[in-house]
C-alpha cells in the first residue's frame, strides 16, 4: 500500500515472527472487551471507553467495512490463529501506510506489538510495494516508543498531529520505516 497503490490487504492471513495475524471473527467478540477495556487502551488510543459487547460488535463491523472499503485492514494478532491477543491494523495515509497496534493487558511482555508490526512491515514492503511505513505515536507514551525504536523506526522530522480525543489534547510524532533500512528478518 504505497501512496500509488490502492489495495491496502488481499489476504485475510498473515503468519511470520511466531504470530499468526488473521481477520476479526464472531467468535472474537467475547474476548475483545479484555483485550480493549483498560485505561491505558481509553488513553492512548481512539478506541471508545468502556470497551464493552456494543464496542466489540462496533469494532468487528468497523474493520469488515474498513476492509470491504480497501482502505484499512484489523488483524487480531494470535500465535495460532486462535485466541486474540491484541490488535495491528494498517492503513492508508499520505506518508505511505501507516501501522497501528494494541496488546491486551494480560499479554504484554511477550514482543507480540514488535513482532506484529515487523509482519505487517514486511507485508507492506514486500507484497504492497510501500517504500516506507510509518507510525503515529505520542512522544510520552514509553511502551509504544520502545516498540517504534525496537522494529528500527525512526522519527521523522515533520510537524505533530496535534488534535483532541476523548476530552484531552494530544501531539503525535510521525515515525518512519524505510524500506531500504527495514532488515526485517526473521525472529
Known sequence: MSSTTSSPLGRPELVGEGLV?????????????????????????????????????????????????????????????????GEVTLRRAPEGPEIGYAIGPAHRGQGLASRAVRVMARYAFEELGAEQVILKLEAENAPSTAVATRVGFRRLD?????????????????WGLNRSCAGLGET
Open 21 to 85: 495475524l488473521r481477520d476479526w471473527a464472531e467468535r472474537d467478540l467475547a474476548t475483545m472487551p479484555g483485550l480493549f477495556d483498560h485505561p491505558d487502551i481509553a488513553y492512548w488510543t481512539a478506541l471508545v471507553s468502556p470497551f464493552d459487547a456494543a464496542a466489540a460488535r462496533t469494532r468487528l463491523d468497523r474493520a469488515r467495512q474498513l476492509r470491504a472499503e480497501r482502505t484499512a485492514v484489523l488483524l487480531a494478532i494470535t500465535v495460532d490463529g486462535g485466541t486474540a491477543l
Open 158 to 174: 515533520v510537524e505533530l498531529i496535534e488534535g483532541e480525543e476523548k476530552g484531552r489534547s494530544f501531539a503525535l510524532e510521525t
